[in-house]
């Protein structure tokens, strides 16, 4: 069962006259593209981690409901909204911060008996930083294939594809040894701009979240 259809379930068993459960406002929030992938990150880390796909699912209904109030929350509170067990409210953003995927403000309730109280917070900040971080990872991966493309000669084989380094292709004198056809250099110049244009593109995103985060 998805959480989607459980949520739909608890709506519909609340009668008219009661408050209505905290999920619904979220439901109509249209998340953006960061905050997307967010979700996502924390569903896969979460479900990886614990070897528990509805755990993953608890921890993305957990940091979505952080995201759409913007404020900091204590965990029980947390807990109580979204009518989760407090212990795995707790596990789930413990996990969570240890990947800096959640903030943690540390406030005291009564200083003079040193009691303090934790509230976490999903900011848009902290969206924006995951991103960015996950962004620059794609781009130095398509950097070391665009440089693979540029700077590695290699050849190939018009009859059979195989593919020769340009030692290989030195030695056997620039002929395949399998059917005796020349070798030719092939041509790489769409697959090296196309590359070049996406990494430029990822870069120009990668600015304006640059922008939109000096802006916050
Ligand atoms: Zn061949």
Redesign the pocket.
Known sequence: MSSRSRDAKQTQRVPSGQPKPETKEEKTVVLDVPSKLLLNIVDRIISFEQDNPELGRAAAQVVLFLLTKGEAFPEEKIAAKLNLDIGEVRKILQILYRYSLVELLREAVDVERGRYENRWRVSRNLVVRVLKSRLRNVIDVLQVCLNEYTNTAYYV??????RYSMDDAYNVDFR??????P?VQPDTAAEVEFLARLIKDLQDYLEKLDSETKHA
């Open positions: 084989c018009p009859c059979c594809f195989k395949c040894p399998r059917d005796d056809t070798l």
